[in-house]
């Protein structure tokens, strides 16, 4: 049975009861338990059911052929990405031509033993060479940004964390990227800890502590703040949402400039 308590909410003079609310808290040791023993409980009846195995296996029949990303260019090379078949995650790769054999860029099946890290986003340096991309792990909307170097198939030793929906805008010369981020867990209330998006600067081989903050509105929580830039590189661009409303915003500022953004769109 599950655990009911005696928390109350009044609501403008009408209490409500909400015995469950401590389900909530998905860290709580708690919940975590609670989630364990309910999802054993739900196993125990579903490995049971007459015909289980005979669908997988039609199942995994179904799903077991080649499946391609539609290929892009970028810098001198194409980029493309494909799964087997039954792998977990596709694999990307990077190619000269189109009929050149390709070469392994990233394969996120190799990155948690269980095959739940997955590549949720990539931007590519404007020469191709570099490759920054986001990591989510067991389906998380929180992503963890690395660098790669392409041309040697290593990373660069820092991460970027307290990263979500992050989107990255790589400066023209390579040397780093403007990205959005959330403050870090503790800087806020929990509650608030999914608002106050900010821009960063990152330069290649930094530590993230090092990233210096671009712009953010403490006077608007709920805004956030995806950098991008324009085709020819001249001007940084702040598409501006906010939660699922449609009149979004739009400001802007040279990229060769420290000053203030012009809000060129801000309903």
């Known amino acids: 049975m599950t655990r009911r308590d005696d928390t109350v909410t009044d609501f403008w003079g009408t209490p409500v009861a909400d015995p469950y609310r401590w389900l909530e808290d998905a860290e709580s040791t708690d919940v975590q338990e609670w989630t364990q023993v309910h999802g054993d409980a739900a196993l125990a009846v579903l490995h049971a059911l007459p015909g289980r195995d005979a669908l997988r296996d039609r199942l995994t029949v179904l799903l077991d052929y080649p499946k391609w990303g539609a290929p892009h260019r970028e810098g001198d090379a194409y980029i493309y990405s494909k799964n087997t078949g039954l792998q977990n995650q596709a694999v990307l790769y990077r190619a000269a031509t189109p009929d ?27 020469d191709g060479t570099l490759l920054a991309y986001g990591v989510s792990r067991s389906g998380s909307d929180w992503q963890e940004i690395r660098i790669r170097d392409v041309i040697t198939q290593t990373d660069y030793p820092e991460s970027l964390t307290r990263c979500k929906f992050a989107s990255i805008a790589w400066h023209p010369d390579g040397s780093g990227f403007w990205y959005n981020r959330l403050p870090d867990a503790g800087s806020v209330p929990p509650e608030d800890e999914v608002r106050y998006s900010r821009v960063h600067w990152h330069a290649i081989g930094t530590p993230q502590t090092d990233d210096p903050l671009i712009y953010h509105r ?47 769109l801000d309903t």
């Open 218 to 264: 403490p006077d608007a929580p709920a805004l956030r703040f995806s950098p991008l830039l324009t085709d020819d590189g001249a001007y940084l661009l702040l598409y501006v949402s906010e939660g699922t409303a449609t009149q979004n915003r739009l400001y802007y500022r040279p990229t060769s400039s420290d000053g203030d953004f012009v809000r060129l």
């Open 100 to 126: 050149a054999p390709p070469v392994v860029v990233l394969d996120p099946n190799t990155l948690e033993a269980d095959g739940t890290a997955a590549l949720s986003s990539e931007k590519w340096s404007k």
